[in-house]
């Protein structure tokens, strides 16, 4: 399996800039980006929905498996693994929504159940 590179995921571990295409349905286009926040935790790259598992990107991130994300000005072709069941890999990602948002007050939004529920690991192709 691939995995990202440590100079890429300490730009990414501060790079605000996470816009997310899950293929549509047909396997071939991208769907429409969506801006996201997103955290680097022990080597991987995750994000959550805002709306947990009714956002209609997780939803097809979760079926197609596959799309586009561009993030520190490039575009990557990429895989996406859901993450749920883990209540200590669910706390450290809620330390880096944490640490890197931890100024807004929409950081607390996001460590509730419904965007837990709704994590995402995002892999390159």
């Keep these: ?16 800039d996470l816009r997310i295409s899950p293929f549509y349905s047909d396997g071939k286009t991208y769907g429409t980006p969506t801006w996201i926040w997103s955290v680097v935790v022990d080597e991987h790259l995750y994000v959550r929905a805002w709306n947990g598992q009714r956002s209609s990107w997780y939803q097809s991130a979760v079926r197609q498996r596959a799309g586009r994300v561009h993030l520190d000005g490039c575009n990557f072709k990429v895989r996406f693994r859901s993450v ?3 209540p200590a890999l669910t706390a450290k990602i809620d330390a880096g929504y944490r640490q890197k948002y931890g100024h807004s007050a929409y950081v607390q939004p996001m460590l509730q159940a419904g965007p837990q529920s709704a994590t995402v690991e995002i892999l390159p192709f």
């Design 1 to 16: 399996m691939e995995k990202w590179t440590a100079q890429r995921l300490r730009t990414f571990a501060t790079a605000d």
């Design 84 to 86: 749920t069941g883990d």
